[in-house]
């Protein structure tokens, strides 16, 4: 872990927005397919969107699409997850996380490299 660099977590109330970010130093950004997870206390760590090296492909869990739009800058070497109409159940700590190669995954144990994870909060 500490590969990655998310930023963007806080606290919000339900209904509300916040956009996550994840930076990448030093790397070779576009050669990495890139994901966010989540786990909330006591839960398992769970999918929730991948995008490809290029972006031309995204993949969400369906408890988040239509909502969550996920997207990156390779000219900046960040990813970025826009959260819209945030519910209670969204809180957790979100992780970022990138894999080598073309395609999107939903599997963590298929991504190399991790961040340090940033708080989201939702209050009802």
């Known amino acids: 872990q500490g590969q990655l660099v998310e930023s963007g977590g806080g606290l919000v109330q339900a209904g509300g927005s916040l956009r996550l970010s994840c930076a990448a130093p030093?790397?070779?950004?576009?050669?990495?397919?890139m994901g966010w997870f989540r786990q909330a206390p006591g839960k398992e760590r769970d999918f929730v969107a991948a995008?490809?090296?290029?972006?031309?492909?995204?993949d969400y869990a369906d408890s988040v699409k239509g909502r969550f739009t996920i997207s990156r800058d390779n000219t900046k070497s960040t990813m970025y997850l826009q959260m819209n109409s945030l519910k209670p159940e969204d809180t957790a700590v979100y992780y970022c996380?990138?894999?080598?190669?073309?395609?999107?995954?939903?599997?963590?144990?298929?991504?190399?490299?991790w961040g340090q994870g940033t708080q989201v909060t939702v209050s009802s």
């Open positions: 996380a990138a894999i080598l190669g073309p395609g999107t995954w939903r599997q963590g144990f298929e991504y190399r490299y």
């Open positions: 030093g790397r070779t950004f576009s050669n990495y397919g």
């Open positions: 995008i490809s090296m290029r972006g031309g492909s995204t």
